[in-house]
């Protein structure tokens, strides 16, 4: 068997072919599995996520089903958000590789997904023989083979059967298969699942790697976090080792915290992230991390955030700490639908982080820093929402999907953006002209290079964003740009200059 191949291949120990029954004219049906196997992900994890991210009140509500068991859950669930196929991220080999052989012999849906689920799947998919799915009782292991068994007397198919899923709960199916198909990144893998069934045929499964974590994490925004650190530069307590050290902690610990929401955000979106030109590939979305992984690894971040924040820094940041999850969770669960409320809520959550640089360090943070810094994050929202009004397919109403605007608000939305941007670099000029500045700076003249510089700059982004070069995020294409760079560099040495 070769490596995640896409068309499986069959061990030497194979006794008969694909199709044949045992007695080695008798076609037999194929029984596929649909969560892990036909697709990547699981349906049940993945309808809650959704629901929850769409409307969390209406989540809360089917909890109480849980008591009622899983297959009451999962009809609460399907009842309140249906489940299209559009709405999966195929598993193609397996996919394609079924549909072949359905052209020979049946082929059955066999899921414990809940049944309206697997049969709009099915009919979607039209080469389904038929579907066996929970529907007031779970299809699961034992169950699903006694429904298999059923199923296969009941529309007089052979005996023999074959069976392709992907967990160790499918093995009394595998057992009394004559063929197991098995959705595993090796072969190793797909014999240790069936518990060494003598014909076991590997199908291919998506594996996460470590990078798919990391990037699941999303690292790369962990620049955003150093803004903790501008209270210590602007007050000129930057060499204070200590303060520094603070610093430091609250930066390690803001970014695990941060990680940990970025991987629940991407959970709740996962839907509509698959509807993403770019999004789609992102680890939760490609099906390469399961939710359950994702929701345990989302924890540990926590954990260890709290843990740096009680140990490292100081109650009070622990508990901003604890203020950006709410805040982050309401603009994930409620916020990011609301016209312009939520570019206002995303230049808030910048701003967030120079407050946890003042209360790490010990920095009183200006009023002339919260003033700059919400009008400049709110322009760069601005930005981000005008890209994606600008990239993103509308509906058919022209409302843009998962945001509270339409595709003829881009103009409005760029006009709001360009005066918010412009708006900080009024107010930096009125701070360079303060009394405040002659206290830190002796040359505070020079200061006026950083203006002349910012107004470059916002205007190059904003003139990039209307010609579609844009990348729905403003910071992490500067953090690419080397234009950006220069003229961070031109603005750190105007600072040093002026003092």
Known sequence: ??????????????RSRPGEGPNGGETRALFVDLDGTLIHGDTLWEAAAALAGKNAFSFLACLPSLMAGR?????????????????????????????????????????????SAADAIAEEAGFFHGVI???????????????????????????????????????????????????????????????????????????????????AMRLHQWVKNVLIFLPLVLSHQI?????????????????????????????????ADRRHPRKMNRPFAAGRIPIPQGIFV?????????????????????????????FTLTYSLYLKEKLLVDAMALGILYGYRILIGGAASGVVVSDWLIAFSVFFFLGLALVK?????????????????????????????SHLGVVASYTSILILALYITSPNVTVLYQEPRILWVICLV??????????????????????????????????????????????
């Open 385 to 413: 929402r005008y890209t994606e009004i600008s990239q993103k397919t509308p509906n058919a109403d022209g409302k843009i999907p998962g945001r509270g605007y339409y595709a003829h608000d881009r103009e409005i939305v």
């Open 239 to 271: 060499f204070e080792v200590g303060k520094v050290l603070d610093a430091l902690a609250a930066f390690v610990g803001f970014s695990l915290c941060a990680s940990a929401t970025y991987i629940v955000n991407d959970i709740l979106d996962i839907r």
């Open 298 to 326: 989302s924890a540990l971040l926590l954990a260890a955030s709290f843990a740096i924040a009680f140990l490292f820094t100081s109650p009070l940041v622990a508990l901003l700490f604890a203020g950006y999850i709410v």
């Open 133 to 215: 799915a929970s529907d007031g009782e779970n299809f699961k292991s034992g169950r699903k083979l006694a429904a298999i068994r059923a199923y296969s007397q009941a529309h007089g198919f052979n005996a023999g059967f074959d069976y392709a899923g992907d967990s160790k709960a499918d093995r009394p199916i595998w057992k009394e298969a004559e063929t197991a198909y098995v959705a595993a990144p090796d072969d190793a893998s797909a014999r240790a699942l069936t518990g060494g069934h003598q014909n076991t045929v590997r199908l291919a499964a998506a594996k996460a790697s470590l990078k798919d974590y990391l990037k």
């Open 71 to 115: 297959a009451a859950f999962k009809a609460s669930v399907a009842s309140r958000l249906p489940t299209e196929l559009g709405d999966l991220r195929l598993n193609e080999e397996v996919f394609a590789y079924v549909k072949t052989e359905s052209e020979d012999r049946p082929v059955v849906l066999a899921t414990a997904a809940h049944k």
């Open 1 to 14: 068997m070769g490596e995640r191949t896409a068309v499986p291949r069959e061990d030497s120990r194979t």
């Open 454 to 499: 910012m107004i470059y700059w916002l205007g190059r982004i904003w003139t990039l964003a209307h010609r579609g070069q844009m990348p729905d995020d403003p910071i992490v294409f500067a953090l690419r740009d080397k234009v950006s760079l220069l003229c961070g560099l031109i603005c750190a040495g105007a600072i040093l200059l002026a003092v």
